[in-house]
């Protein structure tokens, strides 16, 4: 039943090794999300897909990078993982401006 | 800029009482919705409501109930009858209807007591 699925739940890398984190949606929703939420703070987005198109927030690491190759999937890919990257990484969805649906995250944890 | 503010950090009840959780925002949209979020342990943000700035009337669900007040700019969540398994982390967030981002509170930890 789950509509917006992560993969993996827990991913362990190390310092300084590229990670890819994959989101997939069942809502054939147009917008997809990626959000950083680190220990006890709330979620931080990090850029949105607009069908196509690539939205990146201002503040995002260069670090952060996303593909989305078809409707269905997107994501995130961390080239050079540091000690500060680790963090709870949320997928969500949208129909356009609506509500946001989010997956069950993935938690990173570098080493 | 939009903001979204929860004064309450933490909350501890005993199971069956009721418990209100308060959530301020600012925008200078004229236009924006307002959502509140529920985290429970397991991590996955579980959506429970959205508002829009048009539309001040309450709602209630089951047990669950949202008080709308545009003159103070609030948007106040009130669980009645509180559960064990209300326990979680919940959001209040606000986005405007010019953009897709979600600005979320620093969230309220509720902790219910059996």
């Known amino acids: 039943d789950a509509m917006v699925i992560q993969n993996p739940r827990y991913q362990v890398t190390q310092f300084g090794k590229p990670v890819t984190l994959s989101c997939s949606q069942t809502l054939n929703h147009n917008v997809m999300y990626w959000y950083q939420q680190k220990s006890s703070q709330a979620p931080k987005l990090l850029f949105h897909?607009?069908?196509?198109?690539?939205?990146n927030e201002a503040d995002t690491p260069d670090n952060f990078q996303s593909r989305r190759p078809n409707t269905s999937f997107c994501f995130l890919d961390i080239r050079s993982p540091g000690l500060g990257d680790a963090a709870m990484y949320l997928c969500?969805?949208?129909?356009?401006?609506?509500?946001?649906?989010f997956g069950a995250g993935t938690r990173l944890s570098v080493l | 800029a939009q903001k979204v503010t929860q004064a309450q950090t933490e909350i501890s009840v005993v199971e069956k009482e009721d418990v209100t959780l308060d959530c301020v925002y600012e925008t200078r949209d004229t236009t924006y919705y307002l959502f509140w979020y529920k985290q429970p342990p397991s991590g996955e943000l579980v959506f429970l409501i959205r508002r829009n700035s048009f539309d001040e009337q309450n709602e209630i669900s089951g047990r669950y109930s949202w008080n709308f007040q545009k003159s103070t700019s609030s948007f106040n969540f009130t669980i009645t009858a509180s559960q064990v398994v209300d326990s979680a982390v919940y959001f209040c967030?606000?986005?405007?209807?010019?953009?897709?981002?979600?600005?979320f509170g620093a969230g309220t930890t509720v902790t219910v007591r059996a």
């Open positions: 897909y607009y069908d196509k198109d690539f939205n």
């Open positions: 969500a969805t949208s129909r356009e401006r609506n509500i946001q649906y």
């Open positions: 967030a606000l986005s405007e209807a010019s953009g897709f981002q979600l600005s």
